[in-house]
């Protein structure tokens, strides 16, 4: 079963565009929703987390949109530059938990284009 | 500081050879993960350590053995390698598992299995 559903699975914007990636879940004990970016040949590298107190997250031209009562989140990269092509991945857990690891959606590959 | 390091980088193996994923990382973390990343399946959790002495089965631990050696070190077996464990594997640590810690990971490593 996937506990975390991502998509798109590839994503093409142009230079200057918006580039949005959604992700649900399922599990109501997840309450820490971050996101790795990954540039080829390279590790996922942390981007920018959020935890349900609130509602939006924003870190320079990236911003998390969180949805409790629908079990969605979203990525949303303004501004989107070709140093942002790279895999995004999704990913949830629960905060306090002793035993529950990270899960990650299967990612997205988003090609910013000039 | 160089992290979390993984050797080797690349490795081709014969179907039946077997091999060990080596992880270290000195950043004094509590706990350990190997990660497989297929095209289209994102990122599955083999084992994780969530501190030293303990070891514990991911999503997709079949064929595969590992060994915490100590808080730095956490290697991955494959007994009897298999074309469908073809891969990228990464390493990972974070400061423990519960919390919503950053994973830091490794550079990966390529395997081809003929």
């Known amino acids: 079963q996937q506990q975390v559903k991502q998509s798109p699975q590839s994503l093409i914007v142009q230079k200057g565009g918006i580039s949005i990636i959604n992700c649900a879940y399922e599990n109501t004990a997840f309450d820490y929703f971050p996101w790795y970016q990954q540039f080829p040949g390279k590790g996922p590298a942390l981007l920018i987390a959020i935890r349900p107190d609130v509602s939006e997250k924003k870190e320079g031209r990236f911003t998390i949109s969180f949805n409790k009562s629908a079990k969605q989140f979203s990525l949303h990269i303004m501004d989107s530059q070709p140093g942002d092509s790279a895999t995004y991945f999704c990913?949830?857990?629960?905060?306090?938990?002793?035993?529950?690891?990270?899960?990650f959606g299967k990612g997205t590959r988003l090609s910013v284009i000039a | 500081n160089a992290g979390v390091t993984q050797t080797p980088k690349f490795q081709v193996l014969k179907t039946g050879q077997s091999m060990t994923l080596q992880c270290a990382q000195d950043?004094?973390?509590?706990?350990m993960y190997w990660y497989r990343q297929d095209p289209g399946m994102g990122l599955r959790l083999i084992y994780y350590s969530a501190s030293e002495g303990t070891t514990d089965k991911g999503e997709v631990p079949n064929g595969y053995n590992v060994s915490r050696l100590n808080k730095r070190e956490f290697s991955l077996r494959l007994e009897s390698a298999a074309p469908s464990q073809t891969s990228v594997y990464f390493c990972?640590?974070?400061?423990?598992?519960?919390?919503?810690?950053?994973?830091?990971f490794g550079p990966g490593t390529r395997l081809t299995v003929t």
């Open positions: 950043m004094n973390h509590n706990s």
């Open positions: 990972a640590s974070s400061t423990q598992l519960a919390g919503g810690r950053e994973q830091y």
């Open positions: 990913a949830a857990s629960a905060f306090y938990s002793g035993n529950t690891p990270l899960v």
